[in-house]
């Protein structure tokens, strides 16, 4: 979804990506990052789409992204959408930095990057070039 946002009086052009992932994928003016919102008794707000999408305050898009400073923490990134594996960058042991490409999914004639949410290093691939996965299947853990 694309949407038109303002802060501080200058215009962002905003790309979000699938909201029921966490972190959720923003392109800013070309720029990736990851967001993390707050939800409110497990409930999120959602307004309907209008024909102009009203302006917001998109400043937490531009703050870095939080690493903890554990290298115990294991996350495992899981497939935004379902398709298949096109590239598989990295290998188990290998360091990733924040932002950094781990696999290519093919989902309708699109290569659609999966990129860290931080840096780590990789602990387990789950999928191969060639693998079909689902929606929300594991891709690769980080710790």
Request: net charge negative.
């Amino acid at each position: 979804m694309k949407v038109r946002v303002q802060v501080d009086g200058q215009l962002y052009e905003v790309e979000i990506g699938d909201l029921n992932s966490r972190p959720i994928q923003a392109t800013v003016d070309g720029e990736l990052f990851a967001v993390w919102p707050e939800e409110v008794a497990g409930v999120v707000a959602t307004m309907p789409l209008a024909y102009e999408a009203p302006m917001a305050d998109v400043s937490a898009l531009k703050q870095p992204v939080a690493v903890p400073a554990s290298g115990d923490q294991v996350e495992t990134m899981t497939s935004p959408l379902p398709g298949d594996i096109l590239v598989v960058a990295v290998r188990v042991g290998e360091k990733v930095e924040a932002g950094q490409l781990l696999c290519t999914i093919e989902s309708m004639k699109m290569n659609n990057p999966v990129r860290s949410p931080r840096a780590g290093v990789v602990e387990e691939l789950f999928v191969a070039v060639g693998d079909h996965v689902n929606y929300g299947q594991p891709l690769v853990r980080l710790r």
